[in-house]
Every structure is written in structure tokens, then in C-alpha cells.
């Protein structure tokens, strides 16, 4: 039967002496005999063992939890259960690394549209970013719940024209004012926005806002921090007030 030395197991496995040598310490890989000199010497079972522990290492499962896998009579199924485990660590560590890889994406592709950029600007960047997936959510949701409405009001339109019965379209009209009273409130609760004079986050009355000039990401509204009068742009808000 083949045996090997230290230097040699190290070499079949792909890995240092050195941590040949730990796991000897640390009780996982004893070797199966001594040598007249003293040099350590593995036996071929010795070898699958350490191909076994380098497999579960790679799949970084702790040293402690290897001791105890090869500590079993029947380690078959505590290893399917630690993998099982150190997959799903691993999928959220994923997960996180892929928000904040989209995350430094969208900072860098917003950074290369601005000539000039200064640190004020980019944490305003950051917090467009933070919010971005909540407001699409929130404005998704308000369009959803106003489907209705619009139905509503062309059933409104067609049956006055056609029937010439005009109670349903004032019926509309109520139901449309509700539906745009709550909804308003709603939204300018769960929204902020940026003065881009001096960078403050702010929310501004709800009338003003309701009124106030606006694109798509920003509304023209005075800073209640400086007195800036101009376009903010619009930023999540929180839970609302």
C-alpha cells in the first residue's frame, strides 16, 4: 500500500505543507504512522480523508463542523445537511454582493453623465439610488389602483353619449376626486426631495407640492432649508408621516 509523506500529500491534494500540518494539530488528519526518522507518513484511506476535508473547506464549512462530520459513523448525511446550510449562506451573500454591485453600476453610470461632481453630489446620488425601487413600487401601485377610475370614466363617457343618462359620470367624477385626495396624500407622505443649492433633504407642504411644476423625477418647489426656488429632485421618503 502506497504512503505518503507530509510533502507528498500536500502535493496530491493542492495544498501547502503548512496546512498538512494544521490539520495534523488540529486533529482531523493524524497520520497513520511514524517513520524510523519521525516523518509523518499517510496511508491511501489518510489521502481520501484529505481530499474529503479540502472538498469541505473549498466549500467554506468550518473546521470545527469537519471535525465533527468525520467524527461520525455515518457522516453521509450531516454533510448533505451542511451543505444544504452553507448554500443557502452562500446565496444570500450573492444576493447582497449583486445589490451592491448594481448599486456602484448605477453610481458610476451617473457620475459619468456629470461633467462636475463634488461629494455633496454624489450623496444625493446615493440617496436617488437608496429609494429608487420603493418609488417605482409606490408609483406602480398607484397606477394599478387608478385602473378602475379610468374605467370607470370612459363606461362614464360612452354611457352618457350613447344612453344619454349622465348620473354615472357624476358618480365618476366623485370617485375620482376620493381616489385623487388619498392617493395624493398618500404619495406626498412617502416623498422627499434634494435641494440641489444646498443639498438638504426636505419635504415641502402639500399644497405646494400638488401645484408645483414637475417631470418625472423632480418638482419645482422652494427649500425650506436655504430659500432655493427650482426644480428638487424627488427622493423616497420613508414609511410617511
Not at 203 to 221: C, G
Amino acid at each position: 500500500m502506497s504512503k505518503y509523506t507530509t510533502g507528498e500529500l500536500a502535493k496530491q491534494c493542492g495544498v501547502t505543507v503548512r496546512t498538512v500540518q494544521y490539520y495534523d494539530t488540529r486533529g482531523i488528519l493524524i497520520p497513520s504512522e511514524l517513520s524510523e526518522g519521525g516523518r509523518r507518513l499517510y496511508s491511501e484511506e489518510d489521502l481520501k480523508r484529505m481530499k474529503l476535508i479540502c472538498f469541505l473547506r473549498g466549500l467554506d464549512i468550518p473546521i470545527d463542523a469537519i471535525s465533527q462530520i468525520l467524527q461520525e459513523e455515518h457522516p453521509e448525511k450531516l454533510i448533505s445537511l451542511l451543505i444544504e446550510q452553507q448554500e443557502s449562506v452562500l446565496s444570500e451573500e450573492i444576493a447582497e454582493k449583486q445589490e451592491k454591485l448594481t448599486k456602484l453600476r448605477e453610481l458610476k453610470n451617473e457620475l459619468r453623465s456629470r461633467e462636475v461632481f463634488s461629494l455633496e453630489s454624489v450623496g444625493d446620488m446615493a440617496i436617488l439610488m437608496e429609494g429608487k425601487k420603493k418609488l417605482k413600487k409606490m408609483r406602480w401601485m398607484m397606477l394599478l389602483t387608478g385602473l378602475p377610475v379610468t374605467a370607470l370614466q370612459w363606461f362614464s363617457v360612452i354611457f352618457w353619449i350613447v344612453r344619454g343618462i349622465w348620473w354615472p359620470f357624476v358618480v365618476w367624477v366623485l370617485a375620482a376626486a376620493v381616489w385623487g385626495t388619498v392617493v395624493s396624500r398618500y404619495y406626498f407622505s412617502h416623498v422627499k426631495y434634494i435641494c440641489p443649492e444646498c443639498h438638504e433633504v426636505f419635504k415641502p407642504t402639500l399644497k405646494e407640492a400638488f401645484w408645483a411644476r414637475h417631470t418625472p423625477a423632480a418638482r419645482k418647489l422652494t427649500c425650506t432649508a436655504c430659500g432655493y426656488k427650482g426644480f428638487c429632485a424627488e427622493v423616497w421618503g420613508g414609511d410617511g408621516e
